[in-house]
C-alpha cells in the first residue's frame, strides 16, 4: 500500500469519526477524505490570526492548539487530538476571532470550504446533517457554560442565549 494510499485511508477513517461528516454516506465521506490536506505545524507556528477570512476547518490528529484572544495573553482554549476547528467557516464566511497557534508538534487535516461545497453540492444531504452537527455543539456548549455561569458577572449576562438565535 503507498503513502497516499494510507494518508487517504486514514483521512476516511476519521473523517467518519467528525460529527459533522460521520451520519453520511460512504461514498460522500470518501470524497471529503480525498478532498483534505494534510498540514504539519511546530511549536509556535500560527495557524491562522485573529481577523483572516481563511475559510478552512482542522481536524487535530496529532498534538496541541490554543486559541489566543491576544497572542500575548494567556490562550483561553486548547485543543488536542481529536478536535475539529473551524466547522462554521465552512458554511459561511466570517473573520477569525481568535488566533490558533500550535502549542506542541501537530498534525491536521485542513478542508477548505470550496472543497466542502463541491462535496455538498454532489451530496445535497451534507447540509442538514452538517446543520444539525452544528446545532448539536452550540446547544451542549452553551449547556456548559450555563452550568458554570455566574449570576453576578453583569458582562455575562449579554452573553447567554446564543441557541435563542
Not at 477548505?112 to 446547544?139: H, M, W
Request: aromatic residues 10%; proline residues 2%; contains cysteine.
Amino acid at each position: 500500500m503507498s503513502a497516499e494510499t494510507s494518508e487517504y485511508q486514514e483521512h476516511l477513517e476519521l473523517i467518519r469519526e467528525v460529527p459533522y461528516f460521520s451520519g453520511l454516506d460512504l461514498e460522500a465521506q470518501k470524497l471529503l477524505a480525498y478532498l483534505c490536506v494534510r498540514e504539519t505545524f511546530a511549536p509556535g507556528d500560527i495557524v491562522f490570526t485573529a481577523g483572516d477570512v481563511d475559510q478552512s476547518a482542522y481536524y487535530i490528529i496529532k498534538g496541541k492548539m490554543d486559541a489566543y484572544l491576544d497572542i500575548k495573553d494567556e490562550p483561553v482554549q486548547s485543543y488536542k487530538e481529536d478536535d475539529f476547528v473551524g466547522a462554521l467557516t465552512l458554511i459561511g464566511e466570517s473573520k477569525r476571532l481568535f488566533t490558533l497557534k500550535a502549542a506542541a508538534d501537530s498534525i491536521c487535516i485542513r478542508l477548505t470550504k470550496d472543497k466542502f461545497e463541491k462535496v455538498r453540492e454532489q451530496y445535497p444531504e451534507l447540509s442538514t446533517k452538517f446543520l444539525q452537527a452544528a446545532v448539536s455543539k452550540i446547544s451542549r456548549r452553551e449547556e456548559i457554560f450555563i452550568a458554570n455561569y455566574d449570576t453576578t458577572c453583569n458582562g455575562c449576562k449579554s452573553t447567554i442565549g446564543l441557541t435563542l438565535i
